[in-house]
Nanobody, 124 residues
Framework: QVQLVESGGGSVQPGGSLRVSCTAS????????MGWFRQAPGKEREGVASISANGAYVDYVDSVKGRFTISRDNAKNTVVLQMDPLKPEDSAMYYC?????????????????WGQGTQVTVSA
């Protein structure tokens, strides 16, 4: 079955950086797009970044453009979200997700499987 394991979250001061990773198994990783979503307490889940199956196309929510970078290594079945610089409003649980197709937008309905999440906290 499909499994997604996130890692790399933590606590950091504003202006700092974090790198969250997601390792996938149970399907052909290079066939599917991947996405990162986040959810803060009391807020709806938000799409943060997506990457096409071959890694050639990426998309970001406006609030993270220029600060976050999504990448993938199809040989290692891994997708990474590099976050720098971080702001307090970036604090949330971050989830990786497997898309239904080779390209997917930042919409929940375009994803089939979800990880358990990793917490990112940005505070002074």
């Amino acid at each position: 079955q499909v499994q997604l394991v996130e890692s790399g979250g933590g606590s950091v001061q504003p202006g700092g950086s974090l790198r969250v990773s997601c390792t996938a198994s149970g399907y052909i990783f290079s066939d599917k797009c991947m996405g990162w979503f986040r959810q803060a307490p009391g807020k709806e889940r938000e799409g943060v970044a997506s990457i096409s199956a071959n890694g050639a196309y990426v998309d970001y929510v406006d609030s993270v453009k220029g600060r976050f970078t999504i990448s993938r290594d199809n040989a290692k079945n891994t997708v990474v979200l590099q976050m720098d610089p971080l702001k307090p409003e970036d604090s949330a649980m971050y989830y990786c997700a497997v898309g239904k197709n080779s390209w997917c937008y930042l919409d929940d309905s375009e994803y089939d499987y979800w990880g358990q999440g990793t917490q990112v906290t940005v505070s002074a």
